[in-house]
């Protein structure tokens, strides 16, 4: 199983990271560096997050990394990153 980073997904990291990269660069170093880890997890728990069953019959999914959410979809082959978003943002 392989993860892919849709086009969006990297969107959101850049726009987290122009956020909060004024206010403390270091900061915004070690939330990027999370999220990728908790996206990198996933290689290993496929199944870790909760189903969406709006999205169904796609096996779309969500997890909680530190105060974000990262949405990801479990395909046969692959992983792949949706959206990230920090909780507290009106989704």
């Known amino acids: ?31 990027i560096k999370q999220l990728v880890a908790g996206a990198e997890q996933l290689l290993s728990y496929p199944k870790l997050g909760v189903s969406l069953e709006e999205f169904a019959p796609r ?9 974000y959410e990262l949405r990801y979809e479990v395909t046969e082959n692959l992983i792949y990153i949706l959206r990230l978003w920090h909780s507290r943002e009106d989704r």
């Open 59 to 67: 096996d779309v999914r969500r997890v909680i990394v530190g105060d």
């Open 1 to 31: 199983m392989a993860l892919k980073w849709t086009v969006s997904a990297e969107r959101d990291l850049v726009r987290i990271h122009a956020f909060l990269a004024p206010i403390s660069p270091p900061a915004a170093a070690k939330v």
